[in-house]
């Protein structure tokens, strides 16, 4: 972040979501990964940077004092969330960590009417959703270098109670079973480098990131995964 708490980024600035000029078609990028892994900062800075819209989701969890509605999430109440769902509104939805969230179907429809890239910050459960949905989508996963650094990113918020740390590494291990289905990993060593990996892969100019590459990586978060 920089000192004015706007995220920094060390690419240049474009038009909002536009990609790169002359691209052929919008897409939306599915962004997964466990809690701790990065992914918010990533996305906001691949979102200052003009890459990618971010897709604000509704969820039913509590406001943290850290938040604000309308831009990291819209807030909402269990009842309201149900008819969301049930008016169809919403491109996907699930149940994580105890609490709702979805994808609003109108904001990805006009983005991609606007000839706008989106990035979806989303579990892998509403990722499967998208991904059957029909929209051209590529769907990429983030982990921190290793399961000692996860622990210890999730420890270091101070954001969740205990019980909240150990639902969050509980489910960190289910989202590790789902790496296969996607389509890119990338491994948050380094922020700048993460966000300069995913950059490549919107421009459609760096496919070093996909699954087949990197086989090794993945067996090991597997088997972490399984224990
Ligand atoms: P957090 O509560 O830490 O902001 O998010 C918890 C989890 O919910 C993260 O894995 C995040 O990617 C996921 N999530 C956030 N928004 C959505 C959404 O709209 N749909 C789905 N399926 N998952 C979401």
Redesign the pocket.
């Known amino acids: 972040m920089s000192s004015s708490g706007q995220p920094t980024s060390t690419l240049s600035p474009a038009e909002p979501g536009s990609g790169r000029a002359g691209q052929a078609k919008p897409a939306l990028y599915i962004?997964?990964?466990?809690?701790g892994s990065g992914?918010?900062t990533i996305t906001a800075r691949l979102a200052a940077a003009g890459k990618a819209v971010f897709?604000v989701?509704?969820?039913t969890?509590k406001c943290h004092h850290s938040e604000r509605e309308g831009i990291?999430?819209r807030f909402v109440s269990e009842p309201r969330f149900k008819q969301l769902q049930s008016n169809g509104e919403?491109l996907?939805?699930?149940l994580?960590?105890g609490?709702w969230?979805?994808?609003s179907r109108a904001d990805i429809n006009d983005f991609l009417a606007k000839g706008k890239n989106v990035m979806?910050?989303?579990?892998v459960?509403?990722?499967e959703?998208v991904r059957t949905c029909g929209l051209p989508c590529t769907s990429i996963f983030i982990l921190p270098p290793s399961p000692e650094e996860l622990l210890a990113r999730l420890a270091g918020r101070q954001r969740e109670e205990d019980e909240q740390i150990r639902m969050?590494l509980a489910?960190a291990r289910q989202?590790v079973q789902a790496i296969a289905d996607f389509e890119f990993f990338i491994i948050n060593r380094d922020i700048d480098q993460a966000v300069q990996d995913i950059a490549g892969i919107i421009d459609n100019r760096d496919r070093s990131h996909n699954l087949a590459n990197q086989q090794e990586l993945i067996e090991k978060w597997q088997q972490w995964a399984r224990k």
């Open positions: 962004i997964s990964g466990p809690s992914k918010s897709s989701s509704y969820t969890r990291d999430y919403l996907e939805s699930a994580v960590h609490n969230y979805g994808t979806l910050e989303i579990d459960k509403g990722a959703q969050r489910n989202e």
